[in-house]
């Protein structure tokens, strides 16, 4: 007898056990065209149910202050989306057809369980937290997508935490398939009353790098001046857009290398400088983007954003890039300095229905969850065997 294909589900119930929802994945993949569809099946105890109805929200946020400063009648919070659908009873015009994993999961688990789905839309940002310090307390800001499910009279009741499931759920991008072209930067500098200049030169091998993965930077500086180059300082620094009311940005270096290397007069550099940013050594940098911050810090730095054209940078939240920075330290002539972008994002699995990317990061970089969920196509009858996992991400 052939054994079943166990299914993975992540689950989470209520204090009161009374309500439970279940969803293939907690992280939904924004392919710039379209959103995953964010398609789970709720539990519910009839009798504890009675005369109410069971609700389901989706909420993209973004919080740009401290929670506890919520409480002096101070709001920190711009709801970006808001959708909300009645799963119990379910209401004719609110119902889509059904994936597998939810036919699977309506069959495993009763006459009790009813499906839910949602639509991102595409134009919505991705999930960014900015890294808080150490001691501060409350939410961390940046933007989130909470689901939560509820049982009440109407959608506009009061929602009370005993018989209801908060989710915090991802929404992600992979690379592109087609990178851009290789990042090349060079600059001359003559100084006062000297017609010798000073080149200098930067390149990348590529544009796009995947989490985890080593960036080599190749540096020429070829010193014709008077001067001499004291030492070389290279950087890694990611830039954080905030795009809400206003636009600012702040910026953070997440690797860094400084070389003793001279150049004197007359002379010529050419080498490669390799570096590595992680999240693993900017734990407690705060204001650092990451790819939204989850309770067991199963993140990363926050991938660059991919803005599809046409869309609106004001419901971006956070748009987040990358430069490697180049800077020459010359005795009495200041500094000589470039700049190289580049896109750092994780890598499209072969089969993202199933698949989930690896990565190169020795420093436990975990990277995004893509979907759970591998069927056998060939028995659709078959119930499978489910794998329940909490849904610990809060």
Do not use: W
Not at 123 to 129: D, F, I, M, N, Y
Not at 176 to 192: N, V
Request: charged share 25%.
């Amino acid at each position: 007898m052939e054994d079943r294909p166990e299914t993975r589900v992540f689950k989470k119930s209520s204090p009161n056990g009374k309500l439970t929802v279940y969803l293939g994945k907690r992280d939904f993949v924004d392919h710039l065209g379209h959103v995953d569809p964010v398609d789970g099946v709720l539990h519910v105890d009839p009798e504890y149910l009675k005369d109410r109805k069971v609700f389901v929200t989706l909420t993209c946020a973004f919080r740009y202050g401290r929670e506890d400063l919520d409480v002096l009648g101070l709001t920190f919070q711009k709801d970006l989306y808001v959708v909300a659908i009645q799963a119990v009873p379910p209401l004719q015009k609110e119902q889509k057809p059904l994936s597998l994993l939810q036919e699977k999961l309506l069959k495993k688990l009763g006459h009790h369980a009813y499906p839910f789905n949602f639509t991102i839309p595409p134009r919505l940002p991705c999930s960014v937290t900015l890294q808080p310090g150490p001691g501060d307390p409350g939410k961390a800001c940046g933007v989130d997508y909470e689901l939560r499910a509820f049982c009440a009279k109407n959608v506009e009741e009061k929602i009370h935490h005993r018989n209801s499931v908060l989710l915090v759920i991802r929404k992600v991008q992979y690379a592109p398939e087609k990178p851009g072209p290789q990042p090349m930067m060079e600059t001359r500098r003559c100084f006062l009353l000297s017609d010798r200049s000073l080149h200098l030169e930067g390149s990348l091998d590529k544009e796009l790098y995947y989490h985890g993965e080593p960036i080599g930077v190749n540096v020429r500086v070829t010193n014709n001046s008077t001067k001499t180059v004291k030492r070389l300082k290279i950087s890694v620094r990611q830039y954080a857009d905030i795009c809400l009311f206003s636009v600012a940005q702040y910026k953070c270096p997440v690797a860094q290398f400084e070389a003793e290397d001279q150049v004197p007069p007359g002379f010529t550099l050419c080498r490669v400088y390799t570096l590595t940013p992680t999240v693993g050594t900017n734990r407690e940098k705060r204001g650092l983007a990451l790819d939204g911050r989850t309770k067991h810090g199963d993140t990363n730095l926050a991938s660059s954003t991919i803005v599809k054209e046409g869309s609106s940078k004001e419901l971006m939240g956070i748009l987040v890039s990358y430069r490697v920075k180049i800077k020459l330290l010359v005795s009495l002539g200041g500094d000589v300095a470039v700049e190289l972008p580049f896109v750092l994002m994780h890598p499209k699995p072969p089969d993202q229905s199933g698949t989930q990317p690896q990565s190169n990061d020795p420093e436990g970089d975990t990277l995004v969850d893509t979907s759970l969920i591998e069927f056998d196509q060939s028995t659709p009858s078959q119930v499978d065997d489910f794998v329940f996992e909490d849904f610990s991400r809060t």
